[in-house]
């Protein structure tokens, strides 16, 4: 993949995701929420993140709360954004695979809901930028057969869906 591949998928993803709104769930919140912490851990937490804009999470905290995406409830495509720009302005982050698990629909049990149900919510705009961020994941070694499956479960069907309902 060249730079100029992924800075044309970065220019996208911030395209269709501009003006997205963090839900109630931040980041540093998830961990808590994953480790089952008590409602004053949460409110402690989430005094953590203040940025307004996704595009303003700092890279340092993506990479601190990799698991973030699995957590993030109502807050899910405001932080997929960062986490996908995240991942092609750095290949070796470790939320690379995370970001693309997040993306993944199980092909042998029932689709994770939580997953289906935050897929539900995006634009056509937002499904092909997903799309076009998991096409340039196949051509990396590690993850592109986690890539390859999420567009072959789910995606490509969505963006055609998506697609011939806009006309």
């Not at 992924?6 to 109630?24: L, P």
């Not at 912490?37 to 804009?53: M, P, Q, W, Y």
């Not at 340039?136 to 590690?142: A, I, Q, Y």
């Amino acid at each position: 993949m060249t730079e100029t591949d992924r800075q044309r998928v970065i220019d996208k993803i911030e395209r269709a995701f501009d003006g997205v709104a963090r839900g109630e769930i931040t980041l540093h919140e998830t961990d808590v929420i994953d480790g089952c912490g008590s409602d004053r851990k949460r409110r402690k937490a989430r005094k953590l993140d203040v940025e307004k804009r996704w595009q303003d999470v700092p890279a340092s905290a993506i990479d601190n709360h990799q698991a973030a995406l699995c957590f993030a409830g109502d807050s899910f495509r405001y932080y997929l954004a960062a986490f996908m720009v995240r991942s092609l302005r750095d290949l070796t982050s470790p939320v690379v695979d995370f970001t693309i698990f997040a993306l993944t629909p199980d092909t042998n049990k029932p689709r994770h809901k939580w997953k289906m149900e935050h897929f539900s919510d995006f634009s056509p705009e937002q499904i092909q930028a997903v799309v076009e961020f998991l096409q340039l994941m196949t051509e990396e070694e590690d993850v592109g057969h986690h890539a390859k499956l999420a567009l072959d479960a789910f995606w490509t069907e969505k963006a055609e869906q998506a697609q011939s309902a806009s006309g």
